[in-house]
């Protein structure tokens, strides 16, 4: 991944490596949705078992990809296992401003100002994003984008698919 710094190629590369969460859980009780990424080939299974207090108690990870979207599952279900729908949710759109920040500016000098990096963090309120700031460095590459965002796309399905269950 030429372009990104190293401190970030070597959290990527390390979560790529070592998958936090892999696996599966029993559906019932556990909410099952798959994500597809066509223009990579990218394929994510996300788990979540959510208790009577719409708290996430656990979160397992399927499927196979390229290391920006296996990462990213990775990072996402670490960063989600424990937390609330609604906290879930937060850091869902919190990754996703992350993501989004260059859409129809492309061709700028990619300085944190000008991303609105700091603006977005404000906006997230309290969530810190921790390792997944790592994947920042994807938005100055417009085409893996969606290999970042794929999971957290199939994680909102899964928190949609919970309530409409309940
Ligand atoms: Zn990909």
Redesign the pocket.
Known sequence: MPGLDDLYREVILDHYRSPRNQGELETPPAVRTEGF?P????EVIVFVDIDDNNVITDIAIGGQ??S??QASASMMSAAIKGTSIGEARQFISAFKGLMSIHEGELGGDGSEAEMGIDADVADAGDIRLGDLEALKGVVKFPV?I??AT?SWNTLAQALDEAASDA
């Open positions: 990424n223009l990579c080939g990218d990809g390229c920006i979207s893996r969606k290999c794929l």
